[in-house]
């Protein structure tokens, strides 16, 4: 279903991939694809394409979404050659692309759009067996994007790191899944510091791995007095 907040229209279609549209008709996707969640989904309505990392990255599920006159924005990590799956380097896909840093701002059509660091901490509890993070330092980023009037907090796949708890959210994606990501308990403290508007939790129980109970930690994140909702991916 669609989510309104505050004149911009949410939808979470599973796994990581959310669609935003502006009250002016400008769409943006985050992190498209992955584990056929987009399946028989052909909108080809984005204007702006934003891809934290190679987990992530899906290139046909962007040529779905984007529209022929899109923007790519891709971190600088994002690499087909690491990737073990059939995709087409970021640069042959047939649109504008554009690589960012871990720390960069950009403009792109009606959207600002700022990157942060995106990692698990070595000495956290989102680490392998042998102590290696799931997602290194250098891997991917955050995005943070102003659109519409509003402001949008993607923190990819990471722990809850500093600096997260200053920036101005108005919505906030939480990433909630656990065990390669911060768990819904982590989400919930970020939610609690930022204060945002609205939490949509998304990227969980798409695969195992990322099994976790959602309404716990929704009735967790209203009992801190803040507004939160769910989406349901199915229906589209």
Not at 175 to 185: A, E, K, L, Q, S
Request: glycine share 8%; aromatic share 10%; net charge negative.
């Amino acid at each position: 279903m669609s989510i309104k907040h505050d004149g911009l229209s949410v939808s979470w279609l599973g796994y990581a991939t959310v669609r935003v549209e502006s009250p002016d008709g400008f769409v943006v996707y985050f992190d498209p694809g992955r584990y056929g969640v987009l399946d028989d989904y052909y909108a080809r309505d984005g204007d702006l394409i934003l891809v934290t990392h190679d987990h992530h990255y899906d290139s046909d599920a962007i040529e779905q979404v984007a529209d022929e006159d899109a923007t790519v924005v891709a971190f600088e990590g994002v690499d087909a050659a690491n990737i073990d799956r059939d995709v087409k380097p970021v640069e042959d896909l047939p649109y504008e692309t554009i690589r960012v840093g871990e720390e960069d701002f950009l403009t792109v059509g009606a959207a600002d759009v700022w990157t942060l660091p995106a990692f698990n901490d070595p000495d956290g509890p989102h680490v392998r067996e042998n102590g290696e993070p799931y997602h290194p330092r250098g891997l991917g980023c955050a995005y943070h994007i102003s659109l519409g009037g509003r402001t949008i907090f993607w923190p990819g796949d990471s722990d809850v790191l500093a600096g997260f708890e200053r920036l101005e959210v108005s919505l906030f994606l939480a990433n909630i899944g656990g065990t390669v990501v911060m768990d819904r308990h982590e989400a919930a403290d970020l939610a609690e510091t930022l204060d945002p508007d609205l939490v949509l939790p998304i990227h969980y129980d798409t695969i195992p791995v990322l099994e976790t109970d959602e309404d716990a930690f929704v009735v967790d994140v209203a009992r801190r007095g803040i507004p939160v909702v769910l989406d349901d991916p199915s229906d589209v």
